[in-house]
């Protein structure tokens, strides 16, 4: 089969087309999926690039989203058919750990992310559990479905399920441009909040605007932080979404609301960061951490994408084989929303 292999850890350049991978066989509860799309995440750069003491056997497939139509079956699959359209929930979990039992998969003791945790979907083909499958509706494409999942349902957990955002809350989005905090703007939006967006670009503004946010601060032109105690009457926000980190973490502590929530889903610009505990205790901040969802997430934040209520941003496509200039898209920042890869 085609497939983009990594043979050891470094830049795009790594990255190698193959036509002859062997094709994957499903275990007895798995199914084969022949993918149509898969989408890029910042995960697949970090994989990628690697970390002291990751253990990946190596060559590793990239990947984490994917959607497709079922190749084959498992010998105990009987609820799917060859040939449904299907979109993957990339949350793998054990399914009977204490935390799977509860029905929070992303608690899994054993639990992982397709692409870093398994074979990915930059493939022609992939075999995954069936009981991370969602049934595609013909009314909604691959690429689609394959941009909105580990972003959606990353921020779906994070300000829905964590945070509760309500109606009338406002919300900050530290960043613009990102997967998440592109699905983060449109979810607040859906939940009745106002959405303030700090950004570095006017192009990437005007688009957080069309996603639907409310008030566009150009943090090249002013001071951010000064900005959002201005035009929130001095009161700060009720919740701050900052996946940036390390630069960022302190203007979104002087940002949020006292008796506020900071929600952190990753760390852009680095993982280390100093934070001044008497603002924390004072002003009675909670730090929130979140990473993917449990798997009754992922399907109520799909319906809401098949639906039409939220629309994933897809910036840009490439063909499989063109995986390494993808990635240097997405590294560059040069693409605002999801970039898919047509398999
Ligand atoms: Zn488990």
Redesign the pocket.
Known sequence: MRAILLPEHGAADKLVYTTDQPIPQPKAHEVRIRVRAAALNRLDIWVRDGWPGIKLPLPHILGADAAGDIDALGSEVNSWAVGDRVVIDPQL?????E??RAGQ?NL????GITGEHSSGTYAEYITISARNLLKLPDSVSYADAAGAALVYLTAWHSLISKANVRSGQSVLIVGAGGGVNSASIQIAKLAGARVYVVGSSTAKLDEARRLGADELIDRSAEDWIKAIYKRTNKQGVDIVVDNVGKDTLFGSVRSVKRGGKILIVGNTSGPMAEVDLRYIFSKHISIIGSTMAPHSDFVTVMQLVFAGKLTPSIGARFPLEQAAEAQRAMEAGSVFGKIVLDV
Request: charged content about 10%; overall charge negative.
């Open positions: 979990s054990c399914g009977v750990c935390f799977c998969q899994c003791e054993t639990g």
